[in-house]
């Protein structure tokens, strides 16, 4: 496949899209909403078991986080982040470049521009006493299984066990040498593969999860087309609820699942319009659902990626390999891949907290730890947020 092909398909990463590749649109159908500024508050619809500050989830939380790596048993990596019993040892990393076919890790291996993620962690450590919700993360078209880690591991120190499957029928390497399948129902097996999979660990006596994983509190989260997976996944009984990352409502004119769901939009996505996808998907969603929506914010916003390539995304990755001629000539790439990374939208670093602080306090509340789900814009970044609930 020429280079110019290969960039086409990278330059996508984190993207809705359907089995070709293209942007989708969400049938859902437009309910008239109205968006109140900053801090929202919604009770909880069980009992608290742990007083908490859900203002402060933007920080990290008490629990150092450890990470292993486990198997599908169809072969899928499947990446875990949990609190651990040890305090850091270092830094846990990955690197992008190790995701994608041998050819194109060759051409974007010629710098030493960050092209990846890491957070402060210990890689398969014993994990922190206690049982602990499990939550299932789905990564977006073109995208890899670690690429929100700024949320996953912070999930993981605020006392949940985070999985992440690697989804074959959509994630880089396969994008990338025409291997992958588009079928979104394969990646929402995945899921459920791993609802499974964890369940089993944590009833295997002679497993490192043994005891830990708490199987009656179960959340979903997804970033673009991962939030339709998790949409579509949440209707298995096991699932508390879901957290849709710039994405939309229900595929081919699916039903939506009867649980709690928070729908998160970025206002300058230019790959999934909040205005004509997240906000009617939200308003279509059954009751309870809630609704935050970040300014300055676009689609890769809500991943790890426009941290690479000195904050301009893999498409600074490409160029400072030596690869702009061939982005110069297909000016859409550039859009494609840095969007929400450079101007107008604000460095991810500053809607990073926002993400944080909402999604861990709605998991708590969903998994009846908290009294309240708060959305606190102001004091959890610097990202203008507004707020709806229905």
Known sequence: MP????????????CSSGDDGSPVTTGATAATST???????????????AAADPEGYAN?????????????????????WYPAAVAPTGDIAYDVRDEVPPAVREALSGTDVAAGYSFPGTRDAALADGQFPLVLFSHGYSGIRQQSSFLTSHLASWGMIVAAPEHASRDLSNILAGTASGDPAEAVGDILATLDLMTVAGADPAGPFAGHVDADHVGLVGHSAG???????????????????????????ATYPNTPSLFMAGAIDGVVP???????????????SWFVELDATGHNGFDDFCTFGNGSGIIGLADASGLGPLLDAQPQLRTLGQDGCLPPA???DEAFPVIRQATTSFLRTLFGQDTQFVVDGPDAGTVAVTSDAH
């Open 3 to 14: 280079l110019i092909s290969l960039f086409a398909l990278l330059a996508t990463s984190g």
């Open 35 to 49: 968006t109140t500024a900053s801090t929202t508050t919604v009770a909880a619809t069980t009992a608290p078991t």
């Open 60 to 80: 990290p939380g008490p629990s150092p986080v450890g990470v292993t790596t486990l198997t599908l048993p169809g072969g899928a990596a499947v990446e875990v």
């Open 227 to 253: 939030g339709w997976t998790v949409l579509t996944a949440a209707a298995d009984p096991r699932v508390d609820g879901y957290v849709s990352l710039a994405s939309g409502g229900p595929l081919d004119g």
């Open 274 to 288: 909040v205005d004509s996808v997240t906000r009617p998907a939200f308003a279509a969603a059954p009751s309870p």
């Open 346 to 348: 604000a460095p991810v």
